[in-house]
C-alpha cells in the first residue's frame, strides 16, 4: 500500500480518489455513469457535490461509501479501502429519505447502529443522549418517527448517522425533501454540527445556495458521463444567517453556476480533454 | 431529569393511543353482532315470504326452497342444540345433548387444527427464511410451493394417513389425528410462506443501503429489518392459515374417516337430516365458530404486534 508512509505519519485525508470509473451494465450495452474522477477531501472539510441529474454525483457517493462497487481507479476513505473503512464504520450516511425505523423510538433509531455493532446499553443509552441534545430532540427521545416532521426526521437521521463519531459523513441530498425555511435551518444547523464533530462532509444536492453556504469547495459535475467540470472553492468565513446576504455568498453563487453552464474556461478545456479521448477510442 | 419531565406524556399518550384502538375494536366487535343480527333477519325474512320451491335461473336453483327441512327457523336451530343426542351418532351417553356434542367435536378439531397451524407456519416461515437467505432457493421452490396447492386435498389425505400409519419415533407415535393436523398444515404453510417471502423483500431501499452502510450481516438485518418489516404482510397470512387449517381439518376428518371432530359430526348429522335437519346447522354453526376462534387468536396477535404496523400514528 502506497498510503503506508502517510498513515503512519499524518492522519490520511478523508476521501481519496484516483481514476474513479463507474460503467453500469444495461440489458443492451451500458452506461458510463462516472469517468476520471481525481479527488481528494480533506481532515474535516465540507465538500458539496452538484450538477444536473444523471451527472454521478449520487453514484460516486456511493462509491465512496462502498455501497456501489466502482469499475477502475482507487477509492480510500481514511487511507482505507472503501470496503475496509465501511466495515469499519468510518463514516456515516444519511439520505434524501430520513430511513428511520417506524417501529423504534427515536432514541433507539439513533441507537440502532450501535446496537448492530454489539455496544452495551448503557453507554449507547448515554451516546444517544448526547446526539440528540446535539440536534436539539432531547425532548423527542420517546416518540416514534412517523409523529415527528420531515425536518425533525431528518435532523435524527443525522444523529444517527454521526453515532460510531464517524470521521466522514456521506449525505445524498438529506434536505431535498424540506420546505426552504426548514432547509437554511437545518443547513445553518449542519454546518454548526460538522464543526462541532470535526468531521468531514460529502454532501450531494441539486442546490447552487445550499452547496455554496455549507462547502469549503464545490465541486461542479457534468453529465453524460459523469465528470467533474470545475471544483470552486468558496471562502466565506464563519456561517451565519447573515452569509446568506453576503456579497461574496452571491459572488460565489454566480461563479458556481456558470461552471454548471460550463462557461468556464476549465471546463472548457475538459470538454476538448474529453472529446480527443473518445476520438483516441474509436 | 428530562425523563421524569417526559415520563407522565408519553404514559398518557400511550394509554391515549390503546384507548384508541380499544375503541376501535370494540366497536368492530358490536359491527360484527349487528351483521348476524342482519344476517338472521334475512334468513327469517326469506324464510316467510321468500318462494315456497326457492328461485331458479335456467333450471338450476340459485335460492332455496324455504321449507322447514331446507331452511329450519332460527328459534329450531337453536332448540336443536339442546336436543338429546340420539344413540349411535357420537359414542358420548344417553345425558349428552347435541350442543355437547357439538362443543367436544370442535374442541378436538380445534386441537388437531391449532397443531396443523403451527407446523404450518413454521414451515411456511422456514421455506421464506430459506427463499430470501438464497436467490437459487426462490427460483427452485416457489413453482413446487404454489403447485402443492393444486393437490386436491381429498385425494391426498388417504395417502398422507396411509404413509404415516405405525410410523413412531422415541415417545412420538403417528396417530390418525396426526394425518388431519399434517393436512391441515399442508395448506397453512402456503400463505405463510408466500406472505413472508413478499415481507422479507418489503423494506425501502433506503433502509437496505442504511443496514449496509452499517455492516449489519443477514443475521442482523433479518432480525431488526425484515422481520419487523414484513409484520403487515404475516398478520394477513396467519389469518388465511389459520382458516385453512381449519378447513383443511375438517375436510381431513372427512376423507380420512376419523371420528371425534366436527367435519365428522357435520357428515354423521347430514346422514340423519331427513328427520331433523336443524342438527346439520348446529354443526356448521360450531365449525363457523371454530374459524371465528381461529381468527380471534390471530387478531390477538395482530394486537399484540401493532407497533410494527406501517405507518403508526399520524404521518
Same mark, same amino acid.
Given at each position: 500500500?502506497?498510503?503506508?508512509?502517510?498513515t503512519?505519519?499524518?492522519?490520511?485525508?478523508?476521501?481519496?480518489l484516483?481514476?474513479?470509473?463507474?460503467?453500469?451494465?444495461?440489458?443492451?450495452?451500458?452506461?458510463?455513469?462516472?469517468?476520471?474522477?481525481?479527488?481528494?477531501?480533506?481532515?474535516?472539510?465540507?465538500?458539496s457535490?452538484?450538477?444536473?441529474?444523471g451527472?454521478?454525483?449520487?453514484?460516486?457517493?456511493?462509491?465512496?461509501?462502498?455501497?456501489l462497487?466502482?469499475?477502475?481507479?482507487?477509492?480510500?476513505?481514511?487511507?482505507?479501502?472503501?470496503?475496509?473503512?465501511?466495515l469499519?464504520?468510518?463514516?456515516?450516511f444519511?439520505?434524501?429519505?430520513?430511513g428511520?425505523l417506524?417501529?423504534?423510538?427515536?432514541?433507539?433509531n439513533?441507537?440502532?447502529?450501535?446496537?448492530?455493532?454489539?455496544?452495551?446499553?448503557?453507554?449507547?443509552?448515554?451516546?444517544a443522549?448526547?446526539?440528540l441534545?446535539?440536534?436539539?430532540?432531547?425532548?423527542?427521545?420517546k416518540?416514534?418517527p412517523p409523529?415527528?416532521?420531515?425536518?425533525?426526521?431528518?435532523?435524527?437521521?443525522?444523529?444517527?448517522a454521526?453515532?460510531?463519531?464517524?470521521?466522514?459523513?456521506?449525505m445524498?441530498?438529506?434536505?431535498?425533501a424540506?420546505?426552504?425555511?426548514?432547509r437554511?435551518?437545518?443547513?445553518?444547523?449542519l454546518?454548526?454540527?460538522?464543526g462541532?464533530?470535526?468531521?468531514a462532509?460529502?454532501?450531494?444536492?441539486?442546490?447552487?445556495?445550499?452547496?455554496?453556504?455549507?462547502?469549503?469547495?464545490?465541486?461542479?459535475?457534468?453529465?453524460?458521463?459523469?465528470?467533474?467540470?470545475?471544483?470552486?472553492?468558496v471562502?466565506?468565513?464563519?456561517?451565519?444567517?447573515?452569509?446568506r446576504?453576503?456579497?461574496?455568498?452571491?459572488?460565489a453563487?454566480?461563479?458556481?453556476?456558470?461552471?454548471?453552464?460550463?462557461?468556464?474556461?476549465?471546463?472548457?478545456?475538459?470538454?476538448?480533454?474529453?472529446?480527443?479521448?473518445?476520438?483516441?477510442?474509436? | 431529569?428530562?425523563?421524569?419531565?417526559?415520563?407522565?406524556?408519553?404514559?398518557?399518550?400511550?394509554?391515549?393511543?390503546?384507548?384508541l384502538?380499544?375503541g376501535?375494536?370494540?366497536?368492530?366487535?358490536?359491527?360484527v353482532l349487528?351483521?348476524?343480527?342482519?344476517?338472521?333477519?334475512i334468513w327469517?325474512?326469506?324464510?316467510?315470504?321468500?318462494?315456497a320451491?326457492?328461485?331458479?335461473v335456467?333450471?338450476?336453483?340459485?335460492?332455496?326452497?324455504?321449507?322447514?327441512?331446507?331452511?329450519p327457523?332460527?328459534?329450531?336451530?337453536?332448540?336443536?342444540?339442546?336436543?338429546?343426542?340420539?344413540?349411535?351418532?357420537?359414542?358420548?351417553?344417553?345425558?349428552?345433548?347435541?350442543?355437547?356434542?357439538?362443543v367436544s367435536?370442535?374442541?378436538?378439531?380445534?386441537r388437531?387444527?391449532?397443531?396443523?397451524f403451527?407446523?404450518?407456519?413454521?414451515?411456511?416461515?422456514?421455506?421464506?427464511?430459506?427463499?430470501?437467505?438464497l436467490?437459487?432457493?426462490?427460483r427452485?421452490?416457489?413453482?413446487?410451493?404454489?403447485?402443492?396447492?393444486?393437490v386436491? !386435498?381429498? *385425494?391426498? @389425505?388417504?395417502?398422507?394417513?396411509?404413509?404415516?400409519?405405525? $410410523?413412531?419415533?422415541g415417545?412420538? #407415535?403417528?396417530? %390418525?389425528?396426526?394425518?388431519?393436523?399434517?393436512?391441515?398444515?399442508?395448506?397453512?404453510?402456503?400463505?405463510?410462506?408466500?406472505?413472508?417471502?413478499?415481507?422479507?423483500?418489503?423494506?425501502?431501499?433506503?433502509?437496505?443501503?442504511?443496514?449496509?452502510?452499517?455492516?449489519?450481516?443477514?443475521?442482523?438485518?433479518?432480525?431488526?429489518?425484515k422481520?419487523?418489516s414484513?409484520v403487515?404482510?404475516?398478520?394477513?397470512?396467519?389469518?388465511?392459515?389459520?382458516?385453512?387449517?381449519?378447513?383443511?381439518?375438517?375436510?381431513?376428518?372427512?376423507?380420512?374417516?376419523?371420528?371425534?371432530?366436527?367435519?365428522?359430526?357435520?357428515?354423521?348429522?347430514?346422514?340423519q337430516?331427513?328427520?331433523?335437519?336443524?342438527?346439520?346447522?348446529?354443526?356448521?354453526?360450531?365449525?363457523?365458530?371454530?374459524? !371465528?376462534? *381461529?381468527? @380471534?387468536?390471530?387478531?390477538?396477535?395482530?394486537?399484540?404486534? $401493532?407497533?410494527?404496523?406501517?405507518? #403508526?400514528g399520524a %404521518?
Amino acid at each position: 500500500m502506497s498510503q503506508e508512509t502517510t498513515t503512519s505519519e499524518a492522519p490520511p485525508p478523508a476521501v481519496e480518489l484516483s481514476g474513479v470509473h463507474k460503467t453500469f451494465a444495461l440489458r443492451r450495452g451500458s452506461v458510463v455513469a462516472l469517468e476520471g474522477i481525481d479527488l481528494m477531501i480533506g481532515r474535516g472539510e465540507f465538500v458539496s457535490l452538484i450538477g444536473p441529474s444523471g451527472c454521478g454525483k449520487s453514484t460516486l457517493l456511493r462509491v465512496i461509501g462502498d455501497l456501489l462497487p466502482p469499475t477502475g481507479g482507487e477509492v480510500l476513505v481514511n487511507g482505507k479501502s472503501a470496503r475496509r473503512a465501511r466495515l469499519d464504520q468510518d463514516y456515516g450516511f444519511a439520505f434524501q429519505q430520513a430511513g428511520l425505523l417506524d417501529w423504534r423510538t427515536v432514541q433507539a433509531n439513533v441507537e440502532l447502529p450501535l446496537e448492530l455493532h454489539g455496544v452495551d446499553r448503557g453507554k449507547r443509552q448515554r451516546r444517544a443522549d448526547e446526539l440528540l441534545q446535539l440536534v436539539g430532540l432531547s425532548d423527542f427521545a420517546k416518540q416514534r418517527p412517523p409523529q415527528l416532521s420531515g425536518g425533525m426526521q431528518q435532523r435524527v437521521a443525522i444523529a444517527r448517522a454521526l453515532a460510531e463519531s464517524p470521521a466522514l459523513l456521506l449525505m445524498d441530498e438529506p434536505f431535498g425533501a424540506l420546505d426552504e425555511m426548514t432547509r437554511e435551518h437545518m443547513q445553518t444547523e449542519l454546518v454548526r454540527i460538522a464543526g462541532e464533530t470535526g468531521a468531514a462532509v460529502v454532501f450531494v444536492t441539486h442546490s447552487i445556495p445550499e452547496a455554496v453556504f455549507l462547502s469549503n469547495r464545490v465541486v461542479v459535475m457534468s453529465p453524460r458521463p459523469g465528470r467533474i467540470t470545475e471544483i470552486v472553492p468558496v471562502d466565506l468565513g464563519e456561517r451565519t444567517d447573515d452569509t446568506r446576504e453576503a456579497p461574496q455568498f452571491y459572488a460565489a453563487i454566480t461563479q458556481v453556476r456558470e461552471a454548471l453552464r460550463g462557461r468556464a474556461v476549465d471546463a472548457t478545456d475538459d470538454v476538448v480533454a474529453g472529446i480527443e479521448r473518445a476520438q483516441g477510442a474509436l | 431529569m428530562t425523563t421524569g419531565v417526559n415520563a407522565h406524556p408519553r404514559f398518557a399518550g400511550q394509554q391515549h393511543r390503546l384507548r384508541l384502538r380499544l375503541g376501535r375494536w370494540a366497536g368492530r366487535g358490536l359491527l360484527v353482532l349487528v351483521g348476524l343480527v342482519v344476517l338472521g333477519a334475512i334468513w327469517e325474512a326469506y324464510k316467510s315470504w321468500g318462494p315456497a320451491d326457492g328461485v331458479s335461473v335456467f333450471g338450476a336453483r340459485v335460492l332455496p326452497r324455504t321449507s322447514d327441512e331446507a331452511m329450519p327457523h332460527l328459534s329450531t336451530i337453536w332448540h336443536a342444540f339442546g336436543a338429546q343426542e340420539v344413540g349411535g351418532a357420537i359414542t358420548l351417553g344417553p345425558t349428552k345433548t347435541v350442543l355437547d356434542s357439538v362443543v367436544s367435536a370442535a374442541w378436538h378439531t380445534l386441537r388437531w387444527a391449532g397443531l396443523g397451524f403451527a407446523i404450518g407456519v413454521t414451515v411456511g416461515f422456514l421455506l421464506a427464511l430459506l427463499m430470501d437467505r438464497l436467490a437459487v432457493f426462490e427460483r427452485a421452490l416457489l413453482p413446487y410451493v404454489v403447485l402443492s396447492q393444486t393437490v386436491p !386435498l381429498i *385425494a391426498l @389425505a388417504p395417502l398422507v394417513s396411509k404413509w404415516g400409519q405405525g $410410523w413412531s419415533v422415541g415417545p412420538f #407415535t403417528w396417530e %390418525r389425528s396426526t394425518s388431519v393436523s399434517i393436512i391441515a398444515a399442508y395448506l397453512a404453510f402456503f400463505p405463510v410462506a408466500v406472505g413472508m417471502t413478499r415481507g422479507l423483500k418489503s423494506p425501502s431501499a433506503v433502509h437496505a443501503e442504511y443496514f449496509r452502510c452499517c455492516a449489519a450481516g443477514w443475521w442482523k438485518t433479518l432480525i431488526r429489518l425484515k422481520l419487523p418489516s414484513s409484520v403487515p404482510f404475516l398478520i394477513p397470512a396467519l389469518r388465511l392459515a389459520a382458516a385453512a387449517a381449519v378447513v383443511g381439518s375438517i375436510v381431513a376428518e372427512i376423507s380420512i374417516g376419523l371420528e371425534g371432530g366436527i367435519g365428522r359430526l357435520i357428515l354423521e348429522y347430514s346422514q340423519q337430516a331427513t328427520g331433523d335437519p336443524s342438527r346439520v346447522y348446529a354443526a356448521v354453526i360450531g365449525a363457523a365458530v371454530l374459524g !371465528l376462534l *381461529a381468527a @380471534a387468536i390471530v387478531t390477538a396477535v395482530d394486537f399484540a404486534l $401493532w407497533r410494527y404496523h406501517r405507518g #403508526t400514528g399520524a %404521518r
